[in-house]
């Protein structure tokens, strides 16, 4: 028979009749009344081709077949039971992986923190950072493998998204830059070849487009990578020169030789976006998880 045709309530009245061996206890069992039980006999007898209970004395007895389905319908529903059952969330078994996606290198400064954090109070989780490219490649916030992220956020159906830090970019050479010192102005800026970074969806961030469009130049890009951290060791490696985040310069810029240059660019703080998706709004672990990234990478 095709199961998609029959109503899998019959199974539980059918395993109630089988334990009870009387249609007045099926009913007292499953709390309906014994017509209802008469009722389901019946169409479990037409679905099944089997009298599934006979009349003996002032009880029913099983059929064979019926006795023959009775196990496997009882570990069936048990193993029903037991995946819908979710006992109470405790922070110190919880046994889970937390996925964490991140924009670029300066985020990975602040994670020390979180990393303590989430190891003191869920001792038992694994947390697992990817970049922003594999986020999208394993279908974004809205698939199955990455819990929340951290970056420029946009509004969008089924996302929450809540503001976390704000990031200041800066104009970066690399130390002992033929060209460039301490300070450079809109000429000098206008004649230097620059690297961009087009994240994500491969695009310049709007924010510092719009603040090299007011400067009134057009630059002349020469390279364009996806991240900010391939940008500074770009940077340091040639005479090009880039606009990222403060972070990256601090959490790479002494290793790398990295300059930071004064100019009359003026680029807003961009706002760092905490994010997930409805499918993990309300699951205990992820919303913990939410909470430790808040209170150790986030600002006031």
Do not use: C
């Not at 503001?163 to 002992?176: I, K, M, N, T």
């Amino acid at each position: 028979m095709n199961l998609s045709t029959l109503d899998l309530n019959l199974l539980l009245v059918l395993e109630a009749v089988l334990a009870e061996r009387s249609v007045v206890g099926a009913a007292k069992r499953l709390h309906v009344t014994p017509p209802a039980i008469s009722n389901a006999l019946g169409r479990l007898r037409d679905a099944l081709g089997d009298p599934i209970v006979t009349r003996s004395g002032r009880g029913i007895v099983p059929t064979p077949r019926a006795l023959e389905l009775g196990p496997a319908i009882s570990r069936a529903l048990a193993e029903i039971g037991r995946a819908l059952h979710r006992e109470a969330f405790d922070p110190g078994t919880a046994q889970v992986v937390l996925t964490l996606a991140l924009a670029d290198a300066g985020q990975l400064a602040r994670m020390p923190r979180l990393a303590a954090s989430v190891a003191s109070r869920m001792p038992e989780a694994r947390l697992r950072v990817v970049n922003v490219d594999t986020m999208l490649a394993l279908g974004g916030l809205g698939g199955t493998e990455v819990d929340v992220a951290i970056g420029v956020s946009h509004a969008a159906p089924g996302i929450h998204r809540r503001p976390l830090y704000a990031e200041q970019y800066v104009v970066v050479a690399r130390l002992g830059h033929p060209r460039i010192g301490a300070r450079a102005g809109q000429r000098a800026l206008a004649e230097e070849r620059h690297a961009e970074v087009h994240v994500a969806f491969g695009k310049l961030n709007p924010t510092l487009a719009r603040a090299w469009q007011k400067l009134g130049i057009t630059r002349k890009v020469a390279m364009v990578v996806p991240t900010f951290t391939a940008a500074a060791a770009v940077v340091a490696a040639t005479d090009l020169v880039a606009a990222i985040p403060e972070s990256v310069v601090n959490a790479l810029g002494p290793a790398l030789g990295l300059r930071t240059i004064k100019t009359p660019l003026r680029i807003p703080p961009i706002a760092m976006y905490l994010s997930w998706h409805q499918r993990t709004h309300t699951d205990p672990a992820v919303s913990l998880f939410r909470e430790l990234i808040i209170e150790t990478m986030g600002e006031p």
